[in-house]
């Protein structure tokens, strides 16, 4: 809707609307499209309605395989799911350590410096994902982070031909993770990620955990399958 026309809906003055809007656009609630400057919600409005979210099938079939990847690895594991240009967090369940990996739900990280925003940007379609690239804002928020577009091309170039992606300390220093996409190249609907702190989340246990991570990801997109299949032979 555009910004006129929520003014007219809740009888707001527009300066009020947009003051409003831009809250919530910068937590997540609410995304622009950037061609028409009309806003649609956001993933993180998820959190607000899980009961009408559309993705409420999706935490309630990753829920069980998030729990045993716990039981597995003994770190935190996560969904998450693509939103404009950001990854957002929408399920999490959280390592029996004591120091630990903690994610809120509803949180949005850079698709460049992270594990699993890394892993759906492989998976895309390579004209949505160049098109993403190009309105990113490769920001470094640690030494190790990309910031260069043709870097970032040929690193997402090698996920995919290994299957998983490793957040190597480029989002926080002292974090390391292992992700990799739900469903097939060029649909990912989701993605599946193991963090720890990187004294014990080394590359090459991302390494050893990723067949693991896969198993996961392949149960949760045929779990998905067979509700859309349940879907449609009851319409």
Not at 80 to 98: C, F, G, N, R
């Amino acid at each position: 809707m555009s910004i006129t026309s929520l003014a007219n809906r809740t009888s707001l003055h527009v300066s009020t609307v947009h003051r409003l809007l831009t809250t919530l656009l910068r937590r997540g609630y609410v995304r622009q499209n950037p061609e028409t400057s009309r806003y649609y919600t956001g993933a993180k409005l998820a959190t607000l309605a899980e009961g009408r979210s559309r993705f409420n099938e999706l935490r309630h079939r990753a829920r069980p395989i998030l729990r045993a990847l716990v039981e597995q690895t003994r770190e935190t594991s996560n969904l998450v799911v693509l939103d404009d240009v950001m990854a957002v967090y929408i399920e999490t369940v959280p390592s029996p350590h004591v120091v630990r990996m903690f994610t809120v739900i509803g949180n949005r990280v850079p698709l460049h410096a992270t594990g699993a925003g890394k892993a759906l940007l492989a998976w895309l379609p390579a004209d949505r994902r160049d098109a993403l690239i190009e309105r990113t804002e490769l920001r470094a928020h640690t030494a190790r982070t990309i910031v260069e577009k043709a870097s970032l091309r040929r690193a997402l170039e090698e996920i995919r031909e290994r299957g998983y992606a490793i957040d190597d300390e480029e989002f926080d220093e002292g974090v390391r993770c292992v992700a990799v996409a739900v469903g097939p190249i060029g649909a990912p609907v989701a993605a599946i990620s193991v963090s720890a702190p990187a004294g014990r989340m080394t590359r090459q246990r991302c390494g050893e955990l990723a067949p693991m991570l896969r198993r996961a990801a392949s149960e949760l997109a045929e779990a998905m399958r067979e509700q859309s299949q349940v879907r449609s032979g009851s319409a």
